[in-house]
């Protein structure tokens, strides 16, 4: 069996649609077992799809044979990537990504009508109903023998040739890894509470609204030991409104893990053992999400929870899982978002290192090992890929 893997910008390797891209392309490598694998990859970022794959993703890199980068600037790219997957076109299963772009679906039903006759299945990702409509649109179906799988975390259908099935997106051991080591050893700062927001600064974050939120609990409680860290990968258009809120106990960091890779001063494995570190060894995680995200369930929140860590969400980054997380997170309602973070922030202070605390952080780390280990998603998926 031949296995093809095809990505848009799968080199931004920290980024949702590409996190889902490379971690389903291993799953799936290490649960069919290959003879060869191949992959493509519409690069942006300068990043060798190759480097990333060797650093992190251990059943892929044993089972690759060529890796071909289309990069942005070779136009046309569907006429590209269309002639590079004709040169592979026996591959009997094709991974496609499902990163919006504006070739995707002449690239998806040229694939089509390239494998049919050779009973190839077509997987593509669709993480979002938003995104999942537009997939669904773009489709042609015209040959019954080419079988189409869309996963997703909302439904499972099952149309002949059109197969949609609701599975929730791996997360790297590392994330798994280092919630069991922090919990068997709870070695957490006993001096002041952290609370830390992670990701990009753009709208419906809701870093405007926990800003506001931890400033208002501070001068409430002068007294205590705790600061704001907001941690964001790269600069977004919203830095500037961020840092006229920065000041006292917020702290606001800023890193570039691309162009830490691109200029060899970490690996992007280093680069994940960092991001999986500060979730574990974080108080808390605030999650304080204003509107729904591209992806849903936030990937955030399923490698906070898989490394133990304590988070605060709102419903909009819980989302699909927030009735199952009820259980292993601290949910805060939407309605007046700032007033409800500082009432748990005022709760949460006082139950740093308790009990309670501890419960949920073991509570997050079994939910996630349940749901989002390998283990359990290939079992899950074995029955419905056959």
């Given at each position: ?28 490598t290490f649960m ?48 590209l990537i269309g ?304």
């Amino acid at each position: 069996m031949d296995l093809l893997l095809s990505g848009f910008h799968a080199e931004y390797f920290l980024e949702g649609h590409a996190k889902i891209f490379l971690e389903l392309s291993n799953l799936l490598t290490f649960m069919w077992k290959p003879d060869k694998v191949h992959v493509t990859n519409v690069n942006q970022g300068g990043i060798s799809v190759n480097l990333v794959i060797s650093s992190l993703y251990a059943y892929l890199s044993k089972r690759v044979n060529t890796v071909i980068e289309v990069y942005d600037n070779m136009y046309p790219l569907d006429e590209l990537i269309g002639a590079v997957l004709r040169g592979l076109r026996k591959a009997e299963v094709v991974v496609l990504s499902w990163k919006p772009h504006p070739s995707f679906s002449i690239i998806q039903n040229r694939i089509l009508d390239k494998i049919s006759g050779y009973n190839s299945k077509l997987i593509s990702f669709a993480y979002s109903l938003n995104y999942l409509e537009k997939v669904l649109k773009s489709l042609r179906l015209k040959d019954e023998s080419s079988e189409v799988v869309i996963l997703n975390p909302c439904c499972d259908i099952d149309r002949g040739s059109l197969k949609l099935i609701k599975v929730l997106p791996p997360v790297h051991s590392i994330f798994l890894q280092k919630g069991s080591k922090v919990l068997r050893e709870r070695s957490v700062d006993r001096g002041r509470v952290t609370f830390r927001l992670m990701g990009r600064f753009q709208g419906g974050r809701g870093i405007k609204e926990v800003i506001t939120a931890f400033k208002r609990f501070r001068i409430k409680r002068p007294e205590a030991r705790a600061k704001l860290i907001i941690d964001s990968f790269s600069e977004d258009k919203g830095t500037k409104e961020v840092f006229k809120l920065y000041g006292g106990d917020v702290y606001i960091v800023i890193t570039n893990p691309i162009k830490r890779v691109k200029e060899g001063a970490s690996s992007p494995r280093q680069i994940i053992e960092e991001i999986a570190y500060k979730y574990a060894y974080s108080s808390y995680v605030v999650l304080p999400y204003t509107r729904p995200v591209h992806i849903t369930p936030s990937l955030t929140l399923l490698e906070a929870l898989g490394a133990g860590g304590f988070v605060i969400a709102t419903k909009n980054a819980a989302s699909v899982l927030h009735r199952d997380v009820e259980k292993c997170a601290f949910i805060v309602d939407t309605q007046d978002v700032v007033e409800e973070l500082v009432k748990a922030f005022e709760y949460l202070y006082e139950e740093y290192d308790s009990n309670f605390y501890w419960r949920i952080r073991d509570a997050a780390h079994k939910y996630a090992h349940n749901n989002f280990s390998y283990e359990k998603i290939i079992w899950a998926l074995k029955a419905k890929l056959t």
